[in-house]
């Protein structure tokens, strides 16, 4: 999530930062050298007398190739057919002229501008087609000295390897950066993947929490709306508290997406859902409510207060899930119970109810097992583990959670009281 939270602090900036601007300085920089060196090209084959025609044919097409801007590049313009067509038509002007035995002059314009495609083919081409253009417009760059052979009065000291070196750093080059656009590609999915899966988590713990209470609190209102309508005030009263916080929770879940300020509840700095030991009692006591089964918490006093944040908010979903499964799977139940321990190592946290498996709920509202699933990642993330099946007395259901929550030397120091 620390991640997601700068990529997004990067794209909601202000304005260009000095590294944008740098960026901007250098992509202006390369274009005027790329203009200058087709320039230079023209330059000198008409200051030789050659002929312009190999010029006029491939450097326009190239310099269209490399600086045509991708907001307005048509679709068909890919970068496979960006590389794959300059890289052709330079290898065939050479082709023509090794096999013709008529010299066509090639000048550091051509060469840069294939550098360049070269670069754009193994860095950005797909998979399949980054080799094949990859090697097509290497065999262009290396090929260029054989345009020499024919006419030119220095032919025999030319080396058609000289390029190798620069082909062949620039290769390299496109690899590494195509690397480092898989791994922010990677990064960027796993990210997002986390985000998406700690949001089910959030709607799951907090919003199906409270929505189930509403559907078990609506059906009981209607049994009870003509045999005790004195009894209905309550149960509203419920279902209207009930309704309030699925909504602040929803609403604090898509500000955790849209990371906007306004989604903040008012007086707070946390737009997470709460969930910490803090808040046991209020979740306890709500499940309650004015009809449902009688409900304790019994923390031992040895828990103490300040254990990881983690731990607290894994006893807190731990809870919350093996309640809401109460309303799902246990209407019947009479009774239930929570049970917090601490032994100085390990937090064990048990919900016990008596029910007998009785659900009026539509078998669309009991959940399909997605719960306990993401209950068993979280704990056994922290070292913990998680229990689930009938009680020993065969007497209802118990869920027990064991979370290593040591807690620091410090911590414990502190607790004891400060040191002579």
């Not at 990881?308 to 119970?337: G, I």
């Amino acid at each position: 999530m620390d991640l997601l939270k700068r990529v997004r602090a990067l794209d909601v900036s202000g304005g260009p930062g000095p590294a944008a601007r740098w960026q901007v300085l250098l992509r202006a920089f390369g274009i005027v050298l790329l203009l200058l060196a087709a320039g230079v090209d023209l330059v000198m084959a008409g200051f030789e007398g050659r002929p312009l025609w190999p010029q006029l044919v491939v450097l326009p097409i190239g310099l269209a190739a490399v600086l045509w801007p991708a907001h307005v590049r048509p679709a068909w313009l890919t970068a496979a057919v960006r590389t794959a067509v300059p890289a052709a038509l330079s290898g065939t002007m050479t082709a023509v002229a090794f096999l013709s035995g008529r010299e066509l002059w090639y000048g550091p314009g051509e060469v840069v501008i294939l550098l360049c495609l070269l670069l754009i083919a193994v860095r950005d081409c797909p998979t399949p087609w980054a080799a094949v253009c990859g090697v097509l417009v290497g065999a262009a760059v290396l090929a260029l000295p054989y345009r020499a052979v024919a006419g030119h009065p220095y032919a025999t000291s030319v080396n058609p390897f000289q390029f190798l070196l620069p082909t062949g750093a620039v290769a390299g080059l496109g690899g590494y950066l195509r690397t480092l656009d898989h791994r922010r590609r990677v990064a960027v999915t796993e990210t997002q993947r986390a985000e998406r899966l700690a949001m089910a988590a959030d709607l799951h713990d907090f919003v199906a929490h409270h929505v189930t209470g509403i559907l078990v609190q609506t059906q009981l209102a209607q049994l009870l709306a003509t045999s005790e309508p004195e009894r209905l005030g309550g149960i509203l009263k419920d279902v209207e508290r009930a309704a309030v916080e699925a909504l602040a929770s929803m609403r604090r879940t898509v500000g955790l997406l849209r990371e906007v300020p306004e989604f903040a509840e008012a007086g707070t700095d946390d737009r997470g859902p709460r969930g910490d030991l803090a808040a046991l009692p209020e979740l306890v006591e709500g499940f309650r409510g004015p009809v449902g089964p009688e409900t304790a918490l019994r923390r031992d006093p040895s828990v103490p207060d300040d254990l990881p944040q983690e731990v607290q908010a894994a006893a807190y979903r731990v809870v919350q899930e093996a309640l809401t499964n109460v309303r799902r799977h246990a209407a019947d139940a009479t009774e239930v119970t929570v049970g917090l321990t601490y032994d100085g190592r390990v937090l064990e946290v048990t919900v016990r109810d008596d029910g007998r498996g009785g659900s009026r709920l539509p078998k669309a509202a009991r959940g399909g097992g997605f719960g306990l699933v993401g209950l068993t990642e979280r704990v056994t993330a922290l070292g913990g583990k998680l229990r689930t099946g009938p009680r020993s007395d065969r007497r209802g259901w118990e869920v027990t959670a064991t979370l290593p929550a040591e807690r620091s030397r410090r911590d414990r120091l502190g607790a004891l009281g400060p040191t002579p």
